[in-house]
């Protein structure tokens, strides 16, 4: 049996008023997305409990069969585990944004989608003037990740580490266009990541790298913000859970993190950006090549979750678009020329285009291949999903339904 999982992150969503009532991924032109559904089943799926954030951390692993509340301690451990940096016991880390902050209002959580190469210059900075500091005697480092995505890692070896499981945090998607005046750190350790977003300022204010970019019409990264940090996860192997051995396809530290994790080889496919721009057709391609060698192969899409956090309708729906033509079309084709398969195609959460940012509920899911039987349902999408019977509100059994 070969499986396929799709993820299209965030492209669950609310009727906008735009699109006629209907949402994004009713609106879309998605004949693949729907002759799949109307070959298998449409269910809907929990995978942002209430009592956790509704981010992809958790998304994502409940998707792919793991329980949150037994595995989630953090999302910046699964970013360190992409880049392969081992963490102790008593180790941290913690993911570190670079943003756009001005007069107390988060402008822009990506700092005008500022470049890696950017980045690792201003990181550079921070690692030579903050880090060396002989308070921290050599505990933190900055490490350059993608674009706007970075870590701070803290080795509680030579400086234990002031934060605990009540330290909170705030993620910057979440408070777009708002005040961050009540969204700093708090709790065990807060004061401590306040300080260390605090002493980014004035060393980015006249950075030559700010300067360049300002020179070039794009925006500064103000300062550097440091949320949703964690310690050393543990997950079971996938293959050990479930059974198949898989790969993962993504642009996303995050989702290179929870594959590692899990023991998922990962694919890099030429041209995936992680952004709108990203080369859907070279996932597809990747993907397809990734089926001679794994029983399971996950293509994961960030498109639609960006279009959402910049409010871009327009964007989301031809996001979509461009998954089920270049994505889940040729993979079907592909799956059909293999003999026994299953199809999943599920976001990880909603992200709605009227926030901005990610929100808890439901989400769309379609399921078909091999020995699942159709259901009424003819199409996919948010509301077939909400009127179907087959439902996961612990969305990590969702996995097993799908497997077994």
Not at 249 to 276: F, K, N, Q, S
Request: hydrophobic share 40%; net charge negative.
């Amino acid at each position: 049996m070969k499986y396929v999982i799709v993820i299209p992150d965030g492209a669950a969503d609310q009727p906008q008023v735009q699109l006629g009532g209907k949402t994004p991924l009713e609106a879309a032109r998605t004949p693949h997305m729907d002759a799949l559904a109307a070959r298998g089943v449409v269910a809907r799926a929990c995978h942002t409990p209430r009592e956790l954030p509704a981010g992809s951390e958790i998304g994502n692993l409940s998707l792919l069969g793991y329980n949150p509340f037994e595995h989630f301690t953090g999302r910046a451990p699964m970013e360190a585990a992409a880049q392969g940096i081992k963490l102790a016991p008593e180790d941290w880390a913690i993911r570190c944004n670079l943003v756009t902050v001005t007069d107390q209002v988060m402008r822009d959580f990506t700092a005008d989608h500022v470049s890696t190469a950017d980045a690792t210059a201003l990181l550079a900075t921070l690692q030579a003037e903050v880090a060396s500091d002989p308070k921290y005697r050599g505990a933190i480092e900055f490490v350059p990740g993608v674009s706007y995505r970075n870590l701070l890692i803290w080795r509680g070896a030579k400086l234990p580490a002031p934060f605990t499981l009540d330290t909170r945090t705030r993620a910057p998607h979440d408070i777009t266009d708002q005040t961050v005046l009540d969204d700093y750190p708090r709790g065990p350790g807060g004061d401590v990541l306040t300080d260390l977003m605090e002493a980014s300022v004035p060393l980015f204010a006249d950075h030559p790298t700010n300067r360049a970019r300002q020179a070039s019409g794009h925006g500064a990264a103000t300062n550097i913000w440091l949320w949703g940090q964690g310690g050393a996860p543990a997950l079971e192997p996938f293959a050990q859970k479930f059974g198949p051995r898989g790969a993962m396809i993504t642009a996303v530290d995050l989702l290179r993190g929870i594959a590692a994790l899990v023991g998922w080889d990962r694919i890099e496919a030429p041209g995936a950006t992680g952004y709108l721009d990203t080369d859907y057709a070279s996932k597809g391609r990747t993907a397809i090549d990734a089926l001679a060698k794994y029983d399971i192969v996950c293509v994961h899409i960030e498109a639609p979750d960006e279009a959402s956090h910049e409010g871009r309708c327009d964007e989301k729906v031809k996001a979509i678009e461009e998954i089920d033509r270049h994505i889940v079309g040729p993979l079907v084709a592909a799956l059909e020329q293999q003999g026994e398969w299953r199809m999943m195609i599920s976001p990880d959460h909603p992200t709605f285009l009227a926030t901005k940012k990610h929100t808890h509920g439901d989400v769309p899911v379609a399921m078909a291949g091999s020995g699942i039987t159709a259901d009424k349902f003819t199409s996919y999408g948010d509301t077939n999903a909400a009127n179907s019977t087959l439902a996961f509100p612990q969305g990590w059994d969702t996995m097993r339904w799908f497997i077994q």
